[in-house]
C-alpha cells in the first residue's frame, strides 16, 4: 500500500551561517493494506516531515515514496488519502456542516451523495446534533472530530492523523479508538502521529520509532515490546544488593527492578544465599514507553 | 481552478476589515450622490451639476460632471486602492499559517489550481465590490437625471479590476517571497502610490537602469489612459497587452515558487 525506500529530506535553511539540517536519513518501510502504524519519535525527529513526504506537501532530497503504486510526487496518489493535520483550526464563521461542505466539493464530492456521507461521518463522530454549530462554540475535542470526519468524508484507503487523540476526554479517545480499528478491519490504512504511546499501544498494529532522522525500529508491537519485561522485588525493610542492582524506596516497601531472565535467576539465587525470605516478586510487562525510551536513549 | 477555494477566498477577501470600510465608504458616496447633488437639464442637456446648492466647477454642465466624475475617481482609486492592498495584503503571505491548505493540498487540487482560485478570489472581491457602488451609482443618477450614464462603469470597474489584476499577481509574488503580510503591504503601496518613480527609468539610455525599470508594473499609466478616457473619452495610451503580460508574469513567478515549496 505504502512503499518507503532509502528516502531522505535535508533542509536548506536561508542565511550564510545557517547550516542545513537532515530531518529524514535513509528511511525505509512498507506499510500493508488495514494496517495501523504508529510513527513514534521526539520533537524533531522527523515523524512531520515524514508525514508530509507522503502527503506530497514536502519533497524528498532522496529515494522514494509511493502510494498505491504511485509516487507521492504525483497529485493523483493523494486521492485515496484522508489527513488530520495536527493543528485542525477553522475559520469561526464555519459551522461543522459548512467545513464539510467545503472540504468534500473539494474532493469532488457533491449533491446527494455528500449530505449522505456528511451525515454518515458526522453520526461517527458523534457530532450529527451539534453540526449545524459554528465551529467556534465547539469544545477541542469536537474539533478533532470534526478534523477526524473531514479525513474520512471522501471514503479514503489510507488516513494520516497527527496526534488524533490530543485534546480528546477518555471518553472521545475510547471513541477513536474504537473508529479506528473499525476502519482497519474495512481495510483502511491507518498512520498515527502521536507522542501519547498508551493510546497508540491500544490501536496500533506496527511501530516506526524515529530518532533524529533515522528508523531507529520498526516492526510489531509484539516484536516491539518483550513478552518477559521486568521483574519487580518487594522488601518490607531496606537490603543490601550487589552489582547493578538498586534498592529504592516507593511508598512504604522498598523495591528493587529486575530487567532479564538471567538478572531474575541472579537475584533469586542471592535472596535465597543470604536467606532473605520476607519479599514478594511480580512480573511487570514492559509498557511501549518504557522500550521506547529505552531506544531513545541507546539506538 | 477549485470553485470552493474561490469562493472561500472571496468569502474571506470580503470579511476583512479594510474590505468592510470600503463597503461603508461606497454606501456613503451613494448616499451622497443621491442626497447632495442636484442636476439642471434643458432639452435632456445637462446645464449645470450643484453640490448641496453650490456648482462645484465653472464649466458647462456635461463638463462640469465629467471633471467630477473624475475627481470622485482619483478619490476612489486614492483610498480605496489603498483599503483593497491592505486588505488582500495577507491573502498570499498568510496562506502558509491556514491549516486548510494542507488539507485542502492533499484533495483533488494542484498547487497551481490553489494559486489560481485565491489569486482570481482577490481580484473577483475587488471587481465585485466595484461592480455594486457603479451599478448604485449609475442606478441613482438615472432616478435623478432619467439618463444612463453607462460610461461612469468604465472608470469604476474597468480601472480597479485592472489595476488589480497587476496588483494581486504583484501581492502573490511578494507574499510568497516575504511570508510577510506587513512587507507585502508596504511594497505593494509603494509600487502603486510611487509608480511614476520606479518606471521613470524606462526612458533612461542606461540599459541596467532601463531593465530595472521595466521589472515594476506600469500601474500609473493605467490610471493615465482611464482618466483621459473620462475626459475626453480617448486615449492614445493602449496597450492592455501589457499589463497582462506583467500580470502573467508575476503569477507565473508566483506559481513556480509555490510548486517548488516545502509547505
Known sequence: ?299 | MSIAYFKETIRNTLSQPAMIFVMILQAAIVLFIALGLSFEYHNKVLLSVSMFGMEPFEAEGLIAFRSMINNFSVLGWLIFMFLYIIGTAAAFSEMFKDPLLNILLTKKHSRTQIVLSRYAGIVASVVLLQFLFAVLTVAVLFFKTKLLFLWILMPMIVTPAVNFLLLASLSGLLGLVFENATVTMVLSLMMYYCNDLFTAGMSLPQPVLKFIAYLFPPLATINRMFMDIILSQHSNLTFPHTWFLYACCYLGLTLVIFQRRDL
Open chain 1, 1 to 299: 500500500m505504502i512503499q518507503i525506500k532509502n528516502l531522505s529530506k535535508t533542509y536548506r535553511l536561508a542565511g550564510f551561517h545557517q547550516r542545513p539540517v537532515q530531518a529524514l536519513n535513509d528511511v525505509s518501510m512498507d506499510i500493508r493494506q488495514g494496517e495501523i502504524v504508529a510513527v513514534l519519535g521526539l520533537n524533531g525527529a522527523g515523524k512531520t516531515t515524514l508525514i508530509k513526504i507522503l502527503l506530497g506537501l514536502v519533497r524528498p532530497t532522496s529515494g522514494m515514496a509511493s502510494v498505491s503504486g504511485k509516487s507521492v510526487t504525483d497529485p493523483a496518489s493523494r486521492n485515496c488519502i484522508g489527513y488530520l493535520p495536527e493543528i485542525f483550526r477553522v475559520a469561526p464563521h464555519y459551522t461543522g456542516n459548512a467545513i464539510l461542505r467545503f472540504l468534500g466539493s473539494s474532493s469532488g464530492l457533491s449533491g446527494a451523495r455528500l449530505q449522505e456521507r456528511m451525515n454518515y461521518c458526522l453520526g461517527l463522530v458523534d457530532l450529527k446534533e451539534a453540526a449545524s454549530q459554528k465551529v467556534s462554540s465547539y469544545s477541542k475535542g469536537m474539533v478533532v472530530r470534526l478534523g477526524i470526519a473531514q479525513a474520512i468524508l471522501h471514503e479514503p484507503k489510507i488516513l494520516i492523523l497527527d496526534e488524533p487523540t490530543d485534546g480528546l476526554d477518555p471518553l472521545g479517545k475510547v471513541m477513536i479508538r474504537t473508529l479506528l480499528g473499525d476502519l482497519a478491519k474495512d481495510g483502511i490504512t491507518i498512520i498515527i502521529n502521536s507522542h501519547l504511546l498508551s493510546e497508540v499501544e491500544y490501536v496500533a498494529h506496527r511501530v516506526a520509532i524515529l530518532h533524529h532522522g533515522k528508523l531507529i525500529r520498526w516492526g510489531a508491537l509484539s516484536e516491539i515490546i518483550p513478552l518477559d519485561s521486568k521483574y519487580v522485588f518487594e522488601f518490607p525493610e531496606p537490603v543490601s544488593l550487589p552489582g547493578p542492582w538498586e534498592c529504592r524506596q516507593t511508598g512504604g516497601a522498598y523495591c528493587c527492578e529486575v530487567t532479564t531472565t538471567e538478572g531474575l535467576q541472579g537475584m533469586l539465587e542471592y535472596l535465597r544465599r543470604n536467606d532473605i525470605h520476607s519479599y514478594s516478586m511480580k512480573q511487570v510487562r514492559a509498557t511501549l514507553e518504557d522500550v521506547f525510551l529505552q531506544y531513545i536513549k541507546e539506538p
